[in-house]
């Protein structure tokens, strides 16, 4: 009969045993020094390891060798422990004995000696089910059991063990298994059943199992069970229903061109094809959530669940966002995923939610939103481009306006300020204008003064590239002296009269004005200044 990969590879000692260092490096010395505890807890996410650790340590205490920490393998205790039907090693599942009636006939149990073997050992699968009434009842015996018993409690939720049972017990918390440990281990095994695999779908396999080995190996049995034996990154993902990197960058690739067309072609490309929409949420979140580390750490294996490739992607990917940006996205998709699972009408709230995603690159601080208001005056978003030199029968007004102190370089820079004050966005021109600017190899250098420093993103760069068509460039942003000051004005109560004209014509000045009446506008100040 057929033995799932899971059981079939089921570690037999603690050499085989992946990851969980510190339990067998704990456990390993306890046997050694006789020192072996009459209870302990093993804690930790399911798939990690708990339940066998449980059994190697009942058949290294039950070794006709032992106790020892290398049980021999051979003998009818380490045979009959393996196969589960051992006489003196007991496994109960607390998920369906967690009555008082069952530890009742425990505690009786407890009482006799071993049949055979050196100890007689009770697992305890789920103990968190038990009830409190049961624990009460398992008290007294767990905390003075007979010399010959030991009580092993596995769980995933160590917290719900009440105090006064884990305070009689050692507590051994086992963590999640690392992403390159899980990929190992299934290469190892792949090797041993002949199954021909890459390095992009055993990491699609250990994605799903998220750190756990259990839930990893079963992934791989139903893809052998799939594909056969040559394992295919697209067939595994068809499967399991995951999404490539080039699925979901269309949506970063859609947030990079601030398209809202293009997200409502992304859901119905994904309603069209049968994808399910909370799922890709799902995913999408994850993605986001892989992108924003890659901002922050860098290139990290033990941060990021995935291969070097994909690694590398995302690291290409994250490149053209800041750290503001996705965080903002990570929280609107972890957003929109706990609305979708309540939502009758998923299509609708996944659409809004990618438009919201959307909506949400545009956004401007707050600082460069205050900064770009007072900007205005001094540079009107309606004003038009100044492409060349004015003639020298230009209006006083534009006159006014603060000279660039950016050195020129050639109109690129120019164009450049044109275009994102037809975007709307004035400030953003200013900074780029009293930026140097250097251009090589298809990438834009800026170096900016410090006052302009929160209005110069690389991304909206990259929108007034895209508004001139000009194609994507690499853009980075330094901050320095780059301009001289402005000069001052000859006479500072003309310029202050100035300044107060300018914005008393701001339309927003005009239209509080209209609202408050009685409102009277007393000092005009211009915040470059």
């Not at 009689?168 to 298994?177: L, P």
């Not at 001094?378 to 038009?384: D, K, L, T, V």
Request: glycine share 6%.
């Amino acid at each position: 009969m057929y033995q799932v990969i899971a059981r079939k590879y089921r570690p037999q000692n603690f050499s085989e045993l992946v990851s969980q260092e510190h339990v067998k490096t704990t456990l390993g010395h306890a046997i050694e020094q006789n020192r072996i505890a009459h209870g302990y807890i093993f804690s930790g996410q399911r798939g990690t390891g708990k339940t066998t650790v449980a059994r190697i340590l009942a058949r290294c205490l039950n070794c006709i060798q032992g106790p020892t920490t290398t049980p021999c393998g051979v003998c009818s205790s380490c045979t009959e422990i393996a196969a589960g039907n051992a006489v003196d090693v007991i496994e109960i599942d607390a998920a369906s004995n967690r009555g008082i009636n069952e530890m009742r006939e425990l505690r009786e149990n407890v009482r006799y000696r071993p049949a055979r073997d050196r100890y007689k050992v009770f697992i305890v699968d789920e103990a968190h089910q038990i009830t409190s009434e049961a624990f009460n009842a398992l008290l007294k015996t767990l905390e003075e059991p007979p010399e010959w018993v030991v009580f092993v409690l596995c769980t995933t939720e160590a917290h719900k063990i009440p105090a006064t049972i884990a305070s009689r017990c050692q507590h051994f918390s086992f963590r999640s298994v690392d992403f390159d440990e899980i990929i190992a281990r299934m290469e190892w095994i792949c090797s041993q059943e002949g199954i021909e695999t890459d390095a992009e779908a055993l990491a699609v396999l250990a994605q799903a199992g998220e750190g756990s080995v259990r839930d990893s190996l079963s992934a791989l049995d139903q893809a052998i069970a799939c594909c056969g034996d040559k394992l295919k990154a697209a067939e595994i993902r068809a499967l399991l229903g995951a999404f490539s990197l080039d699925t979901l960058d269309q949506v970063t690739q859609a947030l990079r061109e601030s398209s809202s067309a293009r997200m409502i072609e992304i859901t119905d490309t994904l309603v069209r094809n049968g994808h399910h929409l909370q799922h890709f949420v799902r995913e999408l979140a994850r993605y986001f959530r892989n992108l924003l580390v890659t901002k922050i750490a860098g290139d990290n294996p033990r941060l990021i669940p995935a291969s070097r490739e994909e690694r590398a992607r995302l690291a290409e990917i994250a490149a053209a966002f800041s750290e503001q940006d996705l965080t903002r996205y990570l929280q609107l998709t972890l957003d929109l995923f706990r609305d979708m699972q309540f939502s009758l009408q998923p299509r609708l709230h996944f659409e809004l939610g990618l438009i919201r995603l959307v909506e949400a690159g545009r956004l401007i601080s707050i600082e460069e939103a205050l900064a770009g208001a007072g900007g205005v005056s001094a540079a009107p978003a309606a004003a038009p481009p100044k492409v060349s030199p004015p003639p020298a029968t230009a209006a006083p007004v534009k006159k006014a306006s603060p000279p660039a102190a950016a050195p020129a370089t050639g109109g690129l820079k120019e164009q450049l300020a044109a275009a994102l004050r037809e975007l709307g966005m004035a400030f953003t021109a200013d900074a780029v204008e009293h930026s140097a600017l250097v251009e090589s190899a298809g990438m834009l250098q800026f170096t900016t003064p410090a006052e302009f420093e929160l209005a110069m993103r690389p991304v909206d760069v990259q929108k007034a590239l895209d508004h001139l068509k000009a194609g994507k460039r690499r853009i980075k942003v330094s901050t320095g002296e780059a301009a001289a000051p402005a000069a001052p004005a000859a006479n500072p109560r003309a310029a202050a009269d100035e300044t107060m004209q300018r914005a008393l014509a701001h339309p927003d000045v005009q239209r509080f004005r209209e609202a408050f009446p009685d409102a009277e506008v007393r000092v005009a100040r211009n915040l470059k200044e």
